[in-house]
């Protein structure tokens, strides 16, 4: 066999010597096309149904086999965000952090680990780039270690570290039920386009459905609890139909981000008004996706968008979840 393509052993030792290996994967942000939020739960959480979409802005992990024992973190100098100012943990709170030590926890005989971060998604941007950041290392390690779980089994595991860890393992769209966890991928081969657009802030997510519940309280209207989404979503994704899609996005947050930021209703307008079928709130926000008619629609409108002081970005999706992107002895 030729050693060049041999798969890397597991076992970091040969003779005395320890062999650091890394294993490289890049784990999709994502888009919510649409999100309907329940009533708040006895339990603190609310259900929601929601489509989603993975696009073409990746996180990446770098999972490097260390001789000390335990996990260390680091955020690559390639990272594209500014981080100036900006809260990422290093430490036991952060996602990859619990990831890895979920891992080794599930693997026979790990190593120490340094995860290396390149970020990509906003940070509290309402892209899931944390959850992202949490897949790419479940995979990561699982090679790195060898633990022989299935891509189920690395899906529950997932799903205990947050809600929307497993489709960005997942990736592609799906309908997500229950906390966004029960998912169901949905059949979209055909490409839509999309620009995003950053802020220079973060919303935390349990504040905007707090916001949710309070003005909900306020208006004293009953919500239902959602049980599915609207079939013309998943059909106009099938098709490759933007048109259609633009007349049926939906997200329950966008109120309570715009509550909380009242600047991204503007954003929302410039971006229709300059060309795009349609914008929203990614999620909780304060990403704002627009949705374009084609991929030079998307170009053109990022290109002006950036002209006017956005910080704007041409995506696609529906794009793959979690994969290893080189494997490496060192
Ligand atoms: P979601 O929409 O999934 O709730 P988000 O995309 O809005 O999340 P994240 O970027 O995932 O937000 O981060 C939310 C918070 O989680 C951050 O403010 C940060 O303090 C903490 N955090 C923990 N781990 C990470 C990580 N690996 N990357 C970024 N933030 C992290």
Redesign the pocket.
């Known amino acids: 066999m030729n050693p060049g393509n041999r798969k890397p052993s597991s076992l970091p030792f040969v003779g005395d010597r320890f062999h650091a290996r890394t294993v490289r994967v890049k784990a999709p942000?994502k888009i919510n096309v649409s999100l309907s939020v329940g009533p708040l739960r006895p339990d603190g959480y609310h259900s929601v149904a929601s489509v989603y979409l993975a696009v073409s802005l990746y996180e990446e992990v770098a999972a490097t086999s260390t001789e000390a024992e335990g996990i260390t973190v680091s955020i690559s100098p390639d990272s594209t965000l500014d981080l100036d100012g900006?809260?990422?943990?290093l430490d036991e709170?952060?996602?990859?952090y619990k990831a890895a030590a979920i891992m080794a926890e599930m693997s026979e005989k790990p190593t120490g680990v340094h995860l290396e971060?390149t970020?990509r998604?906003?940070?509290?941007?309402?892209?899931?780039?944390?959850?992202a950041?949490?897949a790419a290392t479940l995979l990561a390690c699982d090679a790195l270690w060898n633990s022989g779980l299935s891509r189920e089994e690395l899906a529950h595991l997932a799903a205990e570290l947050?809600?929307?860890v497993p489709f960005s393992l997942l990736g592609g769209t799906a309908v997500g039920l229950g906390v966004g966890d029960k998912l169901s991928p949905a059949l979209a081969k055909a490409q839509m386009d999309w620009v995003l657009v950053f802020a220079d802030y973060?919303?935390?997510?349990p504040d905007v459905f707090r916001t949710l519940d309070g003005l909900r309280d306020s208006e004293g209207i009953e919500i239902p609890e959602p049980v599915d989404v609207d079939p013309t979503i998943l059909q106009a994704l099938r098709n490759g139909d933007p048109e259609t899609l633009s007349r049926v996005l939906i997200n329950d947050l966008q109120r309570a981000s715009i509550t909380l930021a009242p600047r991204l209703r503007d954003t929302i307008g410039l971006g229709e008004a300059r060309g795009a079928l349609a914008g929203m709130v990614s999620?909780?926000g304060p990403t704002i996706a627009l949705l374009a008619r084609d991929s030079v629609s998307a170009t053109v409108l990022a290109e002006e968008l950036g002209h006017r002081g956005h910080n704007a970005l041409a995506v696609h999706g529906p794009v793959p979840g979690a994969r290893i992107i080189s494997d490496t002895l060192l």
Not at 86 to 89: A, G, L, R, W
Not at 202 to 205: R, V
């Open positions: 942000g900006v809260d990422i943990p709170r952060n996602l990859a971060i970020k998604v906003p940070v509290a941007g309402g892209m899931g780039g944390g959850s950041d949490a947050g809600a929307d973060g919303l935390s997510t999620g909780s």
